[in-house]
C-alpha cells in the first residue's frame, strides 16, 4: 500500500520566517496530495491541495510544490505568524487506494512572536 | 466549521464493552470515511461508505464495524474494546467516492479503562 513519509517531525520559527514541510510518498499512481492543519482538539482541516497534473499552487501565505518524478510535495508557509501554530499533515491519496487519504505523521510546527 | 458533525464529544468506556460513534456528513456529500488517530499509529484509514454501501477498507478491526444509513449518516460500532482502542476517531465526508476533497468532523475521544 501506499507510504507517507513526512519532515521534520516538529518545526520552531520565529514570526515573519518561512517554514518548509516535505513529504514522500512511495504508490506512483497516487494523484492527489491534500495538506491539513490540526489544531489542539479539533479535527484536521484542509488548507490547501495539488493535484498530480500541477507542479505548484499557492493560496495567500500557503503554496505547495510537487515533484511526481521523485514523487515528493511540499508545503511552503511564508510570513508565518503565532496562529499558524498548530500539527500539519501531509496526505495522499489516488485509485489503489480508493481514494482514502493516507498520512503521514505530522509536523508540530510552533511559530515564536 | 466543516459542515461535518460527529456525537459524542467525549466516551469514557470499560474494557470488554460495544460503543457507538455516530456522523453526519456535509449536506450534500454521499461518501462518508472513518479514520482512527492514535499516538503511535498517527491518523489511519479505517472504512469508506458511500450512498449506504462499503467502498473501501483499511486497517479495520474485526471488532469495529460500520454502516451509513438513508438518511447518510453513519455509525462506527466498536465491541470487545480493549485499552490500545483509545484513540481518537475522525470522521470525514465528500461528495462522492471518487471526488478527493475530505471534509473531517471534530472527532470523537474514546477512552477505554
Known amino acids: 500500500g501506499e507510504n507517507v513519509e513526512q519532515h521534520p517531525s516538529t518545526l520552531s520559527v520565529q514570526e515573519g520566517d518561512s517554514a518548509v514541510i516535505k513529504c514522500t510518498y512511495s504508490?506512483?499512481?497516487?494523484?492527489?496530495f491534500p495538506w491539513y492543519k490540526q489544531e489542539l482538539g479539533k479535527g484536521p482541516q484542509l488548507i490547501i491541495d495539488?493535484?498530480?497534473?500541477?507542479g505548484e499552487k499557492k493560496d495567500q501565505r500557503i503554496a505547495v510544490t510537487l515533484n511526481k518524478t521523485a514523487k515528493h510535495f511540499s508545503l511552503h508557509i511564508t510570513e508565518t505568524q503565532p496562529e499558524d501554530s498548530a500539527v500539519y499533515f501531509c496526505a495522499a491519496s489516488g485509485p489503489n487506494s480508493g481514494y482514502a487519504l493516507n498520512f503521514g505523521k505530522g509536523t508540530s510546527l510552533l511559530v515564536t512572536p | 466549521d466543516s459542515g461535518v458533525t460527529q456525537t459524542p464529544k467525549h466516551l469514557i468506556t470499560a474494557t470488554g464493552q460495544r460503543v457507538t460513534l455516530r456522523c453526519s456528513p456535509r449536506?450534500?456529500?454521499?461518501?462518508v470515511y472513518w479514520y482512527q488517530q492514535s499516538l503511535d499509529q498517527g491518523l489511519q484509514f479505517l472504512i469508506q461508505?458511500?450512498?449506504?454501501?462499503?467502498?473501501a477498507k483499511g486497517n479495520i478491526l474485526e471488532r469495529f464495524s460500520a454502516q451509513q444509513f438513508p438518511d447518510l449518516h453513519s455509525e462506527l460500532n466498536l465491541s470487545s474494546l480493549e485499552l490500545g482502542d483509545s484513540a481518537l476517531y475522525f470522521c470525514?465526508?465528500?461528495?462522492?467516492?471518487?471526488?478527493?476533497?475530505?471534509?473531517f468532523g471534530p472527532g470523537t475521544r474514546l477512552t477505554v479503562t
Open positions: 495539488i493535484r498530480s497534473n500541477v
Open positions: 461508505y458511500y450512498n449506504g454501501e462499503e467502498r
Open positions: 449536506s450534500g456529500d454521499l461518501s
Open positions: 504508490d506512483s499512481a497516487s494523484n492527489y
Open positions: 470525514a465526508s465528500s461528495v462522492a467516492p471518487d471526488s478527493y476533497e475530505q471534509y
